[in-house]
């Protein structure tokens, strides 16, 4: 074996990268595919670096702001929704500039595969006027992420680094660069000009920006990432991402590319050379045609008679994941257009694989012995009857809205469901509006929605699905867990006492596992005006494993599965005509005990 | 030497595991490696694909439909599933168990161990049906099937990678008080493998 090369996931090798680059401040928010980053960078830390999971993005992008002012190189890290939220510091900074390096990993999910948009935070780039880094492969991403940081240093502005799902989550062997030797931060230097935010500066900082982005689309051209492969065909190929990795697996012999790892500003003179001698360009790229508008621009501007194809041309599709399969079948189509078409009709007339048996869907689903089932199903069987509305959030509470319980009727964004529901009121007063929400999207953003109803007389039930974690993104700990990301003891904040503080004098809180007691909550909190909250408290199952299990008594058991019907537990099943509980799954929670008509359904001991 | 492997289950088998554990053996010969895993809301009881590649001028993370050496499946369905990955002359490996859905418990449709299994007897060029359950019994533990399935997989030979590599990587990787459980988990894999 030659040099020694360790597997890396994407996440961590972005954070090993950003170690080495001597980042002394790495500030964030858990969303996937981005959360491993910061949990990497914590695990890593010789104990120089300050790691925290902040309160939101705005929160993670100010903190790390406020270091970057000071002089310290600087990571922050969210998801690309994250980023919307993040986007109000992150527009102003743009404007100001920073000393230290200032990195922003903003993680992208096409498909999307876990989020609520398929937003390009390359587009991002383009709108807040600030460079965005490309990687293809979590190697690349490794080196790629200490040049951000010498770039960012030497322009003095922050800069979009911009991963994809499947460079975050891939692995690949990794050899790690030197270390770099990097100054200690020199601290903040007063200058009011420099540091405070006016109309004035303002303007003189766009004239800047705008000057210094058309110099670095100079310089970019010159970057060693953005590159030709040269070839002998007057059609190419343009990419990056992670759409050249699939391009590279299938790119035909001879056929010139270009790859793109700094799509904004963009390395014009660099796509000249590669248009001028080409009649036909494709582009392969995921999320908003971004490449294909620049080399748009370009040609239109330079005169350029090559004709560019991409989303926008309806070349290639203008939604989801690119893969080596679609990549192929669209770089096939584009140097074959004839044999292609008639292929593709062939194609279609072929009928679908003959005797593939019927596979199962298998949607995410709340795990078995999840507190969160209990508590929905609490607040349903309250409710039964009388006219209600379930607002939902962002969370692994989301999945509530699954059958059988389909008990959440909208989730838009993070904390938007406590104010949804009051709109909702406002409109529809018959109702009771319920908004569910998460400990740790709470915190995040929630917070301001309550006091915008006790503020405004608004009525909801506020239903905070309490878990002690964070547990979608994989269980980070929040400001109400008690720890920080280093497992250091933190002051925890209290949820009822926060609400107390805003002026709800109604409080409800209990253990959901209690059915009996949490349908009594709920159905008093249903009562009445006002901001009421009820709070569910019961830790999330995968942190604190429970010992118990249940099991179905065949002898008493009538087999009339209201068990599954209610509740819908993936450790409930079927054998046959009987039911069973798979004791592998269970954590014996015991709300189908509860659910089950005939006392049919019993805690025992199982211990493996 | 150039190898895909694709592993398919059921979120919360120990698939990403068994995945980083061919990569780490890969990885001691010498090899470059890449994986590709679920991570995130498909966990929670979604089905769970692993991509592994091993070799020279890899580029995309994902193996390639139809260029799968070796698919191990710990669960029959989802090797029918992730069929089109196969190579022709590829090896699957799966459990002959089937894991249930929720919706399948809350009446929709017949899923069936045998059917998926018939299916995979009929279009799998070279396949090993492992008794899963039988393993796991006899180790002593249901979450070694992981583990048992790589031990096949090694003593087929598919993966170029030898049951003495397969087994260091597990020791090395493994928390130590696992490592006998384990031991005996890959053991009862290479039986299933035909050793």
């Known amino acids: 074996m030659s040099s020694k090369k360790i597997l890396v996931m994407g996440n961590e090798a972005i954070a090993l990268g950003a170690i080495r680059a001597g980042v002394r401040m790495a500030a964030g928010y858990p969303g996937t595919p981005s959360t491993e980053i910061l949990e990497a960078i914590a695990k890593h830390n010789d104990g120089r670096i300050h790691v925290e999971w902040s309160v939101n993005e705005k929160a993670a992008m100010e903190v790390g702001a406020g270091a970057a002012y000071a002089g310290a190189r600087t990571l922050v890290t969210m998801k690309q929704v994250g980023l919307n939220v993040a986007s109000d510091p992150l527009m102003s900074l743009a404007y100001i500039g920073v000393k230290g390096g200032m990195v922003i990993v903003s993680a992208d999910d096409p498909g999307p595969i876990s989020s609520q948009t398929e937003q390009d935070t390359r587009t991002f780039g383009v709108f807040s006027k600030l460079p965005v880094f490309d990687p293809s492969s979590p190697e690349e991403a490794c080196e790629m992420i200490g040049e951000a940081f010498e770039f960012s240093e030497k322009y003095q502005t922050p800069v979009l680094f911009r991963p994809t799902t499947r460079v975050c989550h891939a692995c690949a062997s990794i050899e790690l660069p030197e270390a770099m030797q990097i100054s200690e931060p020199e601290g903040f230097v007063k200058d009011t000009m420099r540091w405070v935010i006016f109309p004035r500066t303002s303007y003189l900082n766009h004239i800047r920006i705008e000057k210094r982005n058309a110099k670095l689309s100079e310089t970019l051209s010159e970057y060693k990432r953005n590159f030709i492969l040269e070839g002998d065909k007057k059609k190419g190929i343009v990419t990056g991402g992670i759409s050249y990795a699939y391009t590279r697996e299938v790119l035909p012999e001879g056929t010139p590319l270009l790859k793109i790892s700094t799509p904004h500003p963009f390395p014009e003179e660099l796509a000249v050379r590669f248009l001028k001698d080409l009649d036909e360009v494709l582009v392969l790229e995921e999320l908003d045609p971004m490449i294909e508008r620049q080399l748009l621009q370009i040609a239109g501007r330079r005169h350029l008679p090559v004709n560019i194809y991409g989303k926008l041309t309806g070349h290639t599709k203008n939604a989801g994941e690119n893969s080596t399969e679609s990549v192929r079948a669209d770089i096939e189509r584009f140097l074959n257009p004839a044999e292609n078409a008639v292929s593709d009709e062939l194609a279609a007339d072929a009928p679908a694989s003959d005797d593939i048996p019927e596979l199962p869907v298998r949607p995410p689903v709340l795990c078995a012995g999840c507190p969160h089932r209990a508590s929905f199903y609490a607040v349903k069987k309250a409710m039964k009857g009388k006219k209600a509305v379930f607002s939902g959030d962002i969370g692994c509470y989301t999945l509530g809205n699954a059958k059988p319980l389909d008990m959440v009727d909208t989730c838009l964004c993070m904390g938007a469901g406590v104010t949804i529901a009051q709109g909702l009121h406002a409109i529809e007063p018959d109702a009771v509006n319920f908004a569910f929400i998460g400990d740790s999207t709470f915190f995040a953003s929630g917070i301001t929605g309550v006091v915008n109803a006790v503020y405004n007389g608004n009525d909801i039930v506020l239903v905070v699905l309490d878990n002690s974690t964070t547990a979608m993104t994989g269980h980070q700990p929040h400001p109400g867990t008690g720890k920080t990301i280093m497992g250091d003891v933190a002051a925890k904040i209290s949820i009822p006492a926060i609400l107390r503080g805003i002026g709800v004098e109604r409080i409800y809180e209990c253990d959901p596992l209690n059915l009996n007691e949490a349908v009594n909550a709920v159905r008093e909190a249903a009562q009445g005006s006002g901001v009421r909250a009820v709070i569910f408290r019961s830790p999330c199952i995968a942190v604190s494993r429970s010992e118990k299990c249940c099991e179905v008594k065949q002898e008493t058991c009538r087999k009339c599965k209201v068990c599954i019907r209610e509740l819908g537990c993936p450790a409930i099943v079927t054998e046959g005509d009987s039911v069973k509980i798979d004791a592998t799954l269970c954590c014996g929670c015991g709300i189908c005990a509860s659910v089950c008509p005939f006392d049919a359904i019993g805690e025992v001991n199982c211990h493996e | ?195």
């Open chain 2, 1 to 195: 030497m150039n190898k895909n492997c694709l592993l398919c289950g059921v979120g919360g088998q120990g698939v990403v595991l068994a995945s980083r554990l061919i990569a780490y053996a890969a990885m001691e010969k010498g090899y470059f490696a890449r994986t590709a895993e679920t991570i995130g809301m498909a966990q929670r009881g979604g089905s769970v694909v692993s991509h592994v590649r091993i070799g020279e001028r890899i580029y995309s993370p994902q193996v390639p439909v139809g260029s799968a050496d070796v698919i191990l499946a710990f669960e029959a369905g989802e090797a029918v599933r992730c069929l089109p990955w196969l190579k022709k002359d590829g090896l699957v490996i799966a459990d002959r168990r089937i894991v249930k859905p929720v919706t399948a418990s809350l009446g929709g449709g017949n899923y069936s161990a045998e059917e998926m299994t018939g299916y995979l007897k009929k279009h799998a060029d070279r396949l090993i049906l492992v008794d899963g359950d039988a393993i796991c019994r006899e180790a002593g533990s249901s979450k070694v099937l992981n583990v048992a399935l790589l031990g096949a997989a090694a003593q087929s030979g598919a993966l170029g990678i030898t049951p003495e590599e397969m087994l260091d990587a597990v020791r090395k990787n493994v928390k130590e008080k696992y490592i006998a459980l384990n031991e005996k988990a890959l053991m009862l894999g290479r039986k299933a493998g035909g050793m």
